[in-house]
């Protein structure tokens, strides 16, 4: 049978990633520029956690034990500059140069995952990933053979950090005067800036923040797998666009949502637990899931993401704005 407990606590690691890149997404549109780069800003943000972390290890590890022990929040900082730095050219091209905002934002996909396989075989030697690199130490609250044991995966600075981004976000978003000024951009730039908003200023920044925010989720891709590998985003960023829709540009509601996504691939990890199980289990559902084919089973998280947008939603309204540059009329 499914365990309850393991199945909360997986439902809850799987959907950090979904998570910051879903607040990070949001961050940027309300402000009104699309990111579609969210894809390549985790990608690029895991390779930097890894390589930074292992390198740390690499150099200091017979010399300075202690500074070793710093390595895996030295390569947080490393994937934070990262992300922010990725952004940072979405916002350049989108906001500076007028560019259209899902174009500039593949076309950083694509370097992002271009240079991080060349990056991977130039440093490492291999085309696949990295060697293993240096993760962070979680607390142990509970036995770990009780039946409380799988809650201490939870106890994690990166669950720990995201869980404080949606609550910054949140208070930035609806309880600042930036916040307002940014929601305003997003909504209606020619109204704001005739209120002597700068239009730029908060697009600009509200990119950077989306960036910021997002390079959390690959840095916990990293840090939860202890290695970096080829494209191991594997289209998060774009279920993470998904989740902000589904969460209608909302921190809360995107959370929610990317629990909801987590859950669907949480269930889906355990079904093919059961499934090759089945033959020496007594369980009904393992019986059942042995019935279910292989595909069917993978297919679930996919499935769910279509179904929640289609049909539960209702009408998702984006910011007025989104996507569409900003250019002042000329007096």
């Known amino acids: 049978m499914i365990d309850p407990i393991a199945m909360a606590a997986s439902t809850v690691r799987i959907s950090v990633p979904y998570a910051a890149g879903a607040l990070g997404g949001t961050l940027s549109e309300r402000g009104g520029v699309v990111n579609i780069a969210l894809e390549g800003i985790m990608l690029s943000s895991a390779f930097a956690y890894a390589t930074t972390s292992w390198a740390i290890h690499q150099i200091f590890a017979s010399d300075n034990p202690v ?81 409380w044991a799988p809650l201490n995966q939870l106890f994690h600075p990166l669950i720990f950090l995201t869980i404080v981004a949606f609550v910054a976000a949140w208070m930035l978003l609806y309880r600042t005067r930036y916040g307002l000024r940014l929601r305003a951009v997003g909504e209606n730039p020619a109204a704001a800036d005739s209120l002597g908003i700068r239009v730029g200023f908060y697009r600009f920044t ?34 993470a666009l998904a989740a902000m829709i589904v969460g209608k540009w909302s921190p809360v509601g995107a959370a929610a949502a990317c629990l909801i996504f987590g859950g669907a691939e949480a269930l889906q990890n355990q079904l093919q637990i059961l499934r090759q199980g089945a033959s020496a289990a007594d369980s009904w559902l393992a019986s059942f ?24 939603i209702g009408r998702a309204t984006p910011p007025a704005a989104d996507g569409i540059p900003y250019e002042k009329e000329s007096e």
């Open 206 to 239: 509200g990119v950077l923040w989306g960036g910021l925010v997002a390079s959390l989720g690959g840095a916990w891709l990293a840090a939860d797998q202890g290695l970096f590998s080829s494209n191991m985003t594997n289209g998060r960023g774009y279920t």
């Open 67 to 147: 500074f070793v022990s710093w390595a895996p929040w030295i390569g947080l900082l490393a994937a934070l500059l990262t992300g922010l730095t990725m952004a940072a050219l979405h916002a350049i091209a989108c906001v500076v140069f007028k560019a259209d905002n899902i174009i500039s934002g593949l076309a950083i996909n694509i370097l992002a995952l271009g240079g991080t396989n060349f990056l991977l075989k130039r440093i490492f030697g291999s085309a696949s990933n990295s060697e293993r690199c240096p993760t962070f130490a979680q607390l142990q609250l509970f036995s770990s053979e009780g039946m």
């Open 289 to 312: 899931a042995a019935l279910i084919p292989n595909q069917a089973i993978q297919a679930i998280p996919y499935v769910l993401t279509i179904v929640v947008i289609a049909g539960f």
